[in-house]
């Protein structure tokens, strides 16, 4: 079965999906995306992606390219027509295609839109879960409006590839003030070594994951011990445990940040109790066959 990705109200064969060369996502990263999990043929957390994906938007001052009816269809249509059972979906909203300019174009030029899922094993996840990963520390570089889920991912490529070449699978951002701040593509949590589970305010310095959210109500139904404030380097040193969340990754656990293991260099148990119960606590929208 080959893939087929949306663009531009089609379906269009994955090899042959393009978009035009004076894109502003191609030029200037003028625009914003999301990425939900599908999990067992269900799309994870929808609202909430979607929401996050208007409120992108309107600090972009992008159009909606359609309605969120017409969006969650097509999500939902890529997904099947794909056959993805477990995976993810991506959507990208950019500014739309016009002659090279800095401004933005004129009310007539539409917003670009592209979906496109694809299949992960579930099976490859939970082995490298049950292991844990190594973080690799980068200073913070990017700028202040991460809030926004744009596709300008520069610092984030470049700190991903650090951690990659020093062994790592993940960056963690490191503030001026030795605060963490978040991954390259998750947000950060430590467990303190007085077992206080403890995660980054998002009121600035992050974005505000949707996965993050979902972790706060499972810690509120199961009474976890917890604190929402900034941690700093050191204190996440000495954590007894460390995980990052994302739509890709889940709770996944942290078991060395650079050359220090992390608690006794396991997945600690907070992170694999959230992990177990995670999919308990998600908004699951089924994808009919
Ligand atoms: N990344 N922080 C950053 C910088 C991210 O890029 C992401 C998501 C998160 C977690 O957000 P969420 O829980 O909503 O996935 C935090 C996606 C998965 C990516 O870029 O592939």
């Known amino acids: 079965m080959s893939r087929v990705a949306y663009v531009n109200g089609q379906y269009i064969r994955h090899k042959d ?7 502003r996502g191609y030029q200037f990263a003028d625009g914003v995306y999301e990425v939900c999990e599908v999990w067992n043929g269900q799309i994870v957390d929808m609202p909430r992606h979607l929401d996050r994906l208007d409120r992108s938007l309107r600090e972009l001052r992008i159009d909606w390219p359609m309605s969120r009816q017409a969006m969650e269809f097509v999500v939902s249509e890529v997904v099947r027509r794909n056959m993805v059972h477990n995976g ?14 800095h401004f933005f174009p004129g009310s007539d030029v539409a917003p670009s839109v592209v979906v496109t899922a694809r299949s992960a ?34 610092p984030n490529v470049l700190a991903k590839q650090n951690a990659k070449e ?27 070594k007085d077992g206080v589970l403890v995660t980054r305010p998002a009121e600035s310095g992050i974005l505000k994951g949707i996965t993050r959210a979902v972790v706060l109500d499972l810690v509120a139904r199961e009474g976890i011990s917890f604190e929402e404030r900034p941690f700093s380097l050191e204190e996440a040193l000495e954590a007894r445990e460390a995980f990052v969340t994302a739509a890709s990754t889940l709770v996944m656990p942290v078991v060395r940040i650079d050359d220090t293991v992390v608690g006794n260099g396991h997945p600690g148990s907070v992170a694999t109790r959230l992990r177990d119960a995670f999919h308990t606590a998600t908004d699951l929208k089924a994808v009919v066959a």
């Open 166 to 192: 020093n062994g790592g699978k993940e960056a963690w951002y490191v503030d001026t003030d030795g605060n963490v701040t978040e991954g390259g593509s998750t947000n950060a949590w430590i467990v303190t």
């Open 17 to 23: 999906a393009a978009v035009h060369v004076e894109d």
């Open 88 to 101: 993810i979906v991506y959507v990208q909203v950019t500014r739309g295609v016009a002659k090279r300019d």
């Open 121 to 154: 094993s579930p099976a490859v996840a939970a082995a490298q879960a049950e292991k844990g990963i190594a973080v690799v520390t980068y200073p913070e570089n990017r700028w202040p409006r991460v809030d926004i889920k744009t596709v300008a991912l520069l």
